[in-house]
């Protein structure tokens, strides 16, 4: 597991008016209109968009700015985290958890293709994942793949998920219902992999 002592910035505490996280090489922050055209750029890709369940593809700019409108809202109910993923100031991907205390409260990431395979979905989610449990404490975290998606599958299971069960989902990129395989990360395990991770 990637090693990640992440800064935290809660909102009010600086001018900040969003959560911040900042890992080893990322830096997790609220959506800006800056972004919007990387997302684009990166979002429409169909590599991406059939791995998750509610991600529009084409993705177009108007999907961009519907998003960008949705942030203050997210925000402000302050039980979600809906967050950029920076490298050196330029969006890469998104990643988030919850709204806690509801059925959606998962973990879910996605990454521009050129930023595949490098780990940073694992140092992303680690980061989130010490916030999810620490900051909105959770007792267990819940996240989910689709079956034939093998890489998010080994990111989860690097993480401590474990299966729990099998269920369909709707992917709107697909335009059906796709076989997914949901999983649980309970806070126990968490605590124990992140003692042995040396990180803490
Ligand atoms: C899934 C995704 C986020 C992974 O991001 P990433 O930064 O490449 O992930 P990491 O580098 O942290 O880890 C990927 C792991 O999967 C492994 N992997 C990659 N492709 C694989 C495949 N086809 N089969 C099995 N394992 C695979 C990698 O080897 C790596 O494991 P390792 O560290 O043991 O070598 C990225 O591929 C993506 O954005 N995909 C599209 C959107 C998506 O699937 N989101 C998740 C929805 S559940």
Redesign the pocket.
Known sequence: M?ACAAQIIEPGTTTTTAVEITTARLVLRPLARGDLSRLVQLGNDF??AK??SRFPYPYKMADAEEWFALQSTIQAQGEQLALAVTLKGELI?GIGLGPVHTPQHEL??????P?????????A?VAVLDYGFDRFGLGVIA????AD????????T?LGFRYTIETNRYSRARGCDVRCLEMALPRGRWAQLRQGDGSH
């Open positions: 990637t590599a991406v791995n998750l991907g879910g990431y996605w990454l521009g293709q930023y595949w395979g490098q780990g940073y979905a694992t140092e989610s996240a989910a793949h689709f998606n093998h890489a998010s599958g080994r990111v989860l690097k």
